[in-house]
């Protein structure tokens, strides 16, 4: 129940040409403590609650556990979450042995799209598309639990 992964900004929209499927997905959480999130989201047809640990220090492994619940149950969750529901498409991009999933955000969130490819060791080699950008791994403020508090529409953009 380790989750290791890597994070992206991603320089143009080229990854959609390259995406083999898509979801649309809504999320929110209810709790945001620094120990702990507690996810709520709904992806397609499905629901899930995910719970996730601190990160390491270098930002690229931390706890994390999700179970499949029904979209019904997802939806009166959402409804109890702490304010920022997250609106986003997810695009999977097979590179190399990796898939990526890249995250373009929408409401709020609009402009930002972010590319998160997960892996089995921390020093995994991957396979970067050219579409990747600066790697943003272990910087909070690009964490959905952070962009539900402060959203990227609020950021005073570089």
């Not at 995406?19 to 809504?26: K, M």
């Not at 719970?51 to 220090?57: A, D, I, T, Y």
């Not at 402009?111 to 998160?116: D, N, P, S």
Request: proline fraction near 2%.
């Amino acid at each position: 129940m380790q989750e290791i992964e890597r994070k992206f900004l991603v320089n143009n929209t080229k990854f959609k040409e390259e995406a083999i499927s898509s979801s649309q997905i809504a999320q929110g959480f209810l709790n945001t403590h620094a120990e702990r999130t507690v996810r709520v989201r709904i992806k397609g047809n499905q629901g899930f609650l995910t719970v996730k640990g601190r990160s390491n220090e270098s930002g690229t492994s931390r706890f994390e556990w999700e179970n499949e619940i029904s979209v019904a149950e997802a939806k009166q969750l959402l409804a109890l979450c702490e304010k920022g529901i997250i609106e986003k498409i997810r695009y999977n991009i097979p590179s190399g042995n990796h898939i990526f999933e890249v995250d373009e955000f929408f409401g709020e969130n609009e402009g930002l799209i972010v590319a998160e490819v997960e892996l089995q060791e921390e020093n995994e080699a991957i396979q970067k598309p050219d579409w990747l950008g600066k790697e943003v791994t272990g910087q909070l403020k690009y964490y959905n639990s952070q962009l539900s508090k402060k959203p990227y529409k609020t950021w005073h953009h570089e």
